[in-house]
């Protein structure tokens, strides 16, 4: 008798145990969760096209501005985005293209009429760069993991409640080893990323802000990024212009970058 | 109390702001950047792209059959328009304009080339495509030499530089009507271009299509994506009045800093001291060749290094024995022929093609070229110095080429130049 109640007592316990272990698994936030809603906030769910207004600064002063259209669509395979860069300014560069496609890289010149295969080292040494801390589904090549939740000043210099995740790389191709990344605890709205090489070396920093009614959400509309190894060596990504768009597979071949015509 | 209660106060505050010091020193470098404003979005919704440039360029050389250096000018007028017309249809015109001191013997001092004119309808989509007109049709992955490029013989008017990348800029196009169909990973296009001209006109403002469409012509590709990370194209090219040839190319990304290409043509023709002479077509089957490796830094300099072969192309002893019979006549003779068909005039080549952005300066490039003839070790260096701002571009280049007195560059006519350019986009 004593034996059973022991028993009863223990799977009692052990039911609590379940059950406020099942509450709490309930209470903490997911952390693959909130950066998959993140991913969301920045990334339109349908193909859609966006003017980007890239400025440069060093030291505070500014040395670059350039304009480009980005045309994305999220591929069916693997749901990562792909984009088709179409650069408009400067003048010099009018009527290039990048298209980016995983780590199909390519760059076209139509005064060359080449297409050049692009290595992601190549990739990162441009503005091009740039599009990766804007345009990726991090929840499809990253594993998070919640480290905190801490206030911090966001892009806009005010400051916020929001879950610090940890975010490991889980595709071999993917551009950077390891994130971490701030967003909004209230919201989901992604804040700021630090993005780090296998090196465990700072690459970059980006902070979201400015966010706006776009295509059906409030979305970032500027993008500050911190050169990591040369914190002086500043970009402001704005984002202009949103629309849905059709971007058709074929229009992600590198055999297509020739025929490509704006719309 | 109250002391003890302020001590705790102290101590709090210290441990506070020491353990905050690194974060906060970060802080501040983020929160400069955070203060700057984005330059104003500029308005350029529209359908077209054009580019209009003008160029100048002064600079002196170093003559080799003739004693001191010689005065070197050229001024450039360079247009680029891309419309669309219709919905689906759109119309593509490029010209350029080179004034050019001292001019070449066999041409005007004033050349227009009309690089391309075409018109072009697809589908919506864009997954077939019909283009007709003078068209560039450019082939190929490789950097210095391309043998996949089937149409590149006779389309060059000016030769104002020699780094391959800027020629391809400047040459002109085939007439030709162009059918391709695409899919989500290859397509297919089919290429005619008829023959409207006998040869080349020395007449500035001619259209040369003497030059491009001398012969009829047709080339069919087949394009394929045959991994994430290795795509491949093969073509098959005919020319009126000789065999089928068979080409293909391959890029493939090695490494997540090196990508790796090469291309291949086989085929039977005249050998290129043959063309040269314009002797009987005895044709034989012979192979060209051109692969490579391009390996990019995290300084952001990237490094191509390419093998060349062409099978056409006199040897060592072909080399000997031409020079030993015919003499220097007709070895330039022979360079003049390989340089107007963009074909490689020694049997191998070496050949490192280098960029640097932001050396030193933001906005400054360097880019430098070496081009090693295999067979009798000559050499052909180049090198630019650029900086540009948003319309403005300020260039430097210098060029050397060196070699035995019968090798390829050492029969050059400069050892070495060096000239200054400025271009402004308007």
């Known amino acids: 008798m004593g034996t059973d109640r022991a028993t009863m007592t223990s799977n009692v316990l052990l039911l609590l145990a379940l059950f406020l272990g099942h509450c709490a698994a309930h209470a903490a936030p997911d952390a693959q969760r909130i950066l998959a809603a993140s991913d969301a906030i920045r990334n339109p769910g349908r193909p859609f096209s966006v003017q980007v207004t890239l400025t440069e600064f060093q030291s505070g002063k500014q040395v670059d501005a350039s304009t480009l259209t980005a045309y994305s669509r999220a591929q069916q395979r693997g749901g990562q985005f792909a984009s088709l860069i179409r650069f408009v300014l400067p003048a010099r560069d009018a009527g290039k293209l990048m298209l980016k496609n995983g780590n199909d890289l390519w760059f076209y010149d139509p005064t060359t009429k080449a297409s050049v295969r692009l290595s992601p080292q190549q990739r990162l040494l441009g503005q091009a760069s740039n599009g990766d801390v804007v345009t990726v589904n991090l929840a499809k090549d990253y594993a998070a993991t919640l480290l905190a939740k801490e206030e911090i000043q966001d892009g806009e210099r005010r400051t916020r409640d929001a879950f610090k995740l940890d975010l490991k790389a889980t595709a071999g191709d993917a551009t950077y080893t390891a994130i971490e990344l701030w967003v909004d605890a209230a919201n989901n709205r992604p804040l700021k990323a630090r993005f780090f090489a296998e090196s465990g070396r700072l690459l970059k920093t980006a902070y979201y802000r400015r966010f706006e009614p776009q295509l059906g959400l409030e979305r970032p509309t500027e993008t500050v990024i911190i050169d990591g190894l040369r914190p002086d060596s500043v970009t402001i990504m704005r984002f202009s212009d949103y629309a849905w768009r059709a971007v058709p597979e074929t229009w992600l071949h590198p055999d297509y970058l020739p025929r490509f015509q704006p719309e | ?426």
Request: proline fraction near 3%; glycine fraction near 8%.
């Open chain 2, 1 to 426: 109390m109250r002391l003890v209660a302020y001590f705790a106060l102290c101590s709090h505050v210290a441990l506070a702001l020491m353990s905050s010091l690194p974060v906060r020193a970060e802080g501040i470098d983020d929160l400069d950047a955070l203060a700057l404003e984005s330059a104003p979005v500029e308005d350029v919704t529209g359908k077209d792209t054009r580019k209009l440039f003008v160029e100048g360029a002064l600079g002196t050389a170093n003559q080799r059959f003739e004693s001191g250096s010689q005065g070197l000018s050229r001024a450039s007028v360079d247009f680029f328009y891309s419309t669309a017309l219709t919905p689906g249809w759109r119309g593509v015109v490029s010209d350029r304009i080179d004034y050019i001191r001292p001019r070449d013997a066999s041409s005007d001092a004033t050349v227009n080339s009309l690089r391309e004119a075409y018109l072009t309808w697809q589908q919506s989509g864009g997954s077939t495509v019909f283009e007709f007109g003078r068209i560039n049709m450019r082939f190929g992955p490789a950097y210095g030499y391309n043998p996949t490029d089937y149409f590149r013989d006779g389309s060059l008017r000016t030769e104002i530089t020699v780094n391959p990348l800027a020629i391809r800029e400047n040459r002109l196009g085939v007439v030709a009507v162009r059918g391709q169909r695409l899919w989500s990973d290859g397509s297919f296009s089919l290429a005619v271009a008829p023959k409207l001209g006998a040869k080349a006109s020395a007449d500035g403002s001619s259209l040369a299509l003497g030059a491009t469409n001398n012969r009829a012509r047709a080339l069919a590709t087949f394009n394929a994506k045959i991994s994430e990370r290795v795509n491949g194209q093969v073509h098959i090219y005919k020319e009126r009045g000789l065999p089928r040839q068979l080409g293909a190319s391959l890029t493939a990304l090695w490494s997540n800093a090196t990508v790796a290409y090469a291309e291949w043509s086989r085929g039977r023709e005249p050998d290129l001291l043959s063309r040269a002479f314009a002797q009987p077509a005895t044709t034989t089957k012979r192979n060209r060749f051109a692969g490579g490796l391009t390996y990019t830094t995290s300084r952001k300099l990237s490094v191509t290094g390419e093998y060349q072969y062409n099978g056409f192309a006199l040897d060592r002893s072909g080399w000997n024995s031409a020079a030993a019979s015919s003499g220097v006549p007709a070895l330039k003779t022979y360079l003049m022929e390989a340089l107007r068909r963009q074909d490689l005039a020694s049997r191998g080549a070496y050949f490192i093609y280098a960029t640097q952005e932001s050396v030193g300066l933001n906005n400054l490039d360097l880019i430098a070229m070496l081009r090693v003839n295999a067979d009798d070790h000559s050499r052909l260096g180049w090198v630019e110095l650029r900086y540009h701002w948003s319309r403005v571009e300020l260039a430097i280049q210098i060029q050397q080429q060196s070699g035995r007195s019968t090798s390829e560059y050492g029969l050059a006519p400069y050892r070495r130049s060096a000239q200054i350019l400025a271009a402004y986009y308007l």
